[in-house]
């Protein structure tokens, strides 16, 4: 998971190009391997979209939530549909 990346931190946070370069790799790698991506917004209308470098990644937004947490109710049903294959609550069959 990663925090929001808004235009309006752009100026707050040390080295946000090379933050925001690096989630867009992410997001990229994660399309490749056609791993799950899961994306939440932080109260876009208030705070502004995520920032364009990271375009490739809003079609995955969930919710624009109001909550402080990422783990919105529409990201819990996302990861439960997922069925992992490693569930630290299950005991091992080792």
């Known amino acids: 998971m990663e925090f929001d ?5 752009r100026g707050s946070i040390r080295y946000f190009p090379e933050i925001a370069n690096s989630t867009a790799n992410m997001v990229e790698f994660a399309k490749v391997m056609e791993y799950p991506i899961a994306v939440t917004e932080q109260y876009s ?6 920032i364009p470098e990271l375009e490739a990644a ?19 049903e996302f990861m439960e549909k997922l069925q992992p294959r490693f569930d630290p609550r299950r005991p091992s069959l080792d």
């Open 5 to 9: 990346k808004k235009e309006s931190f």
């Open 45 to 50: 209308r208030g705070l502004g979209k995520t």
């Open 58 to 76: 809003h079609e995955f937004v969930l919710s624009d939530k109001t909550q402080f947490s990422m783990f919105t109710p529409e990201v819990n």
